[in-house]
């Protein structure tokens, strides 16, 4: 793969400041754990770039790298990512709250002030 990280972050965030701002953060030093993961699921997803791949940051996953990876890493079809990704209404959350509910099993996991309940 010859592209250099600009035009990889000109790929993923189509001119969307809010893409932009977090790609350049996934590729941080102290997200770098979590990027191989996350840049590996949106290869097989092409729709989510731009608006969408801003989305899947803030609005599913509270522009937390650790969540975004691990959703990138569930067992979500690349279909319903994609299409929770394109929802700009928060309706998407409903979609993937399953796939990123907390490891030791709570009851409530919080997400972008709210709850999401088991």
């Known amino acids: 793969m010859k592209e250099t990280m600009f035009k990889l972050a000109m ?8 893409a932009l701002q977090a790609f350049m953060g ?3 030093g102290d997200n770098i754990i979590h990027s191989l993961s996350i840049t590996i699921r949106l290869e097989t997803c092409k729709s989510i770039r ?7 940051w803030s609005d ?4 937390d790298y650790a969540i975004m990876s691990k959703l990138c ?9 994609e299409d929770a990704c394109n929802r700009q209404d928060y309706s998407g959350r409903e979609l993937v709250k ?3 509910k907390d490891g030791d ?9 709210g709850f999401y309940i088991k």
């Open 73 to 81: 890493k569930s067992e979500i079809s690349n279909e319903v990512l």
């Open 105 to 113: 099993d709570k009851d409530t996991i919080q997400c972008m002030g």
């Open 50 to 56: 731009g608006t969408n791949l801003y989305v899947l």
């Open 11 to 18: 790929k993923y965030s189509k001119g969307n400041p809010g």
């Open 60 to 63: 599913l996953c509270n522009k």
């Open 98 to 100: 399953d796939f990123i």
């Open 26 to 28: 996934m590729i941080n």
